[in-house]
């Protein structure tokens, strides 16, 4: 199976900028797509954003669309999620998952949380007003 491994986490002040990193190893081939969650104290884990393996289909949850971006690199099996204009309702701890193969479909990318597989340890991101 596929190991999935979060990273660049940290305190940042409202306004500014953060990049997360979700590298891949192991049974990459059959990774379909990657997406990202995140679970602030006391409230579900919810989505972010998703992206497609292949790099060319993305999804986003609504209150991030216009300040994060989901990329790829494929050369070193890493996806990241770029963060800008942060507020203090973006903490949370963040995590990268991978789609279940029953839920991945071509130009389909799922947001609910049973569709994830594999999920990786979680970054914390905290944003101070």
């Known amino acids: 199976q596929v190991q999935l491994v979060e990273s660049g986490g940290g305190l940042v002040q409202a306004g500014g900028s953060l990049r997360l990193s979700c590298a891949a190893s192991?049974?990459?081939?059959?990774?379909?797509?990657v997406g990202w969650f995140r679970q602030a104290p006391g409230k579900e884990r919810e989505f972010v954003a998703a992206i497609s393996w292949a790099g060319t289909t993305t999804l986003y949850a609504d209150d991030v669309k216009a300040r994060f971006t989901i990329s790829k690199d494929s050369a070193k099996n890493t996806v990241y999620l770029q963060m800008s204009s942060l507020k203090p309702e973006d903490t949370a701890v963040y995590f990268c998952?991978?789609?279940?193969?029953?839920?991945?479909?071509?130009?389909?990318?799922?947001?609910?949380?049973?569709?994830?597989?594999?999920w990786g340890q979680g970054t914390q991101v905290t944003v101070s007003s």
């Open positions: 192991g049974r990459t081939l059959g990774v379909d797509g």
């Open positions: 998952a991978a789609f279940k193969p029953a839920y991945s479909h071509p130009g389909y990318l799922p947001r609910a949380r049973y569709a994830y597989e594999n």
